[in-house]
């Protein structure tokens, strides 16, 4: 029981990880549409920032209700990836150390 507690918590763990990823990439290639480096009509651009938009959006939409642009530049992903490695940091260790404690694993 104490090895699918551990599988579930890596799966958390590796899934916060991914979505970090795809916001610094979702962030990086704003900046590379914004200035002109990449454009739209290239279709693995235009694919790729819809991907990662339909990732990215939900979570970073309600926030950015709240904050505003500073000067044009979006804060919000990396308020989101504070609050990721937050949770990853403090939140999952003590979790998971309590779901094995439940179940008389340590």
């Known amino acids: ?4 507690i551990d599988f579930i918590f890596f799966l958390i763990n590796a899934l916060l990880n991914l979505f970090v990823i795809a916001l610094i990439v979702s962030a990086v290639l704003s900046w590379l549409l914004a200035f002109d480096v990449v454009n739209y009509r290239n279709r693995f651009v235009a694919g790729l920032a819809n991907a990662l938009d339909r990732i990215t959006g939900p979570v970073l939409a309600p926030l950015r209700r709240i904050i505003p642009s500073l000067g044009g ?3 919000t992903p990396i308020i989101i990836i504070i ?3 937050g ?3 403090i939140l999952l260790p003590a979790s998971h150390a309590a779901m094995l404690n439940l179940i008389g694993g340590y």
Do not use: G
Not at 1 to 4: E, H, L
């Open 73 to 75: 530049i979006d804060i």
């Open 83 to 85: 609050v990721i490695r």
């Open 87 to 89: 949770i990853q940091t």
């Open 1 to 4: 029981m104490a090895a699918i």
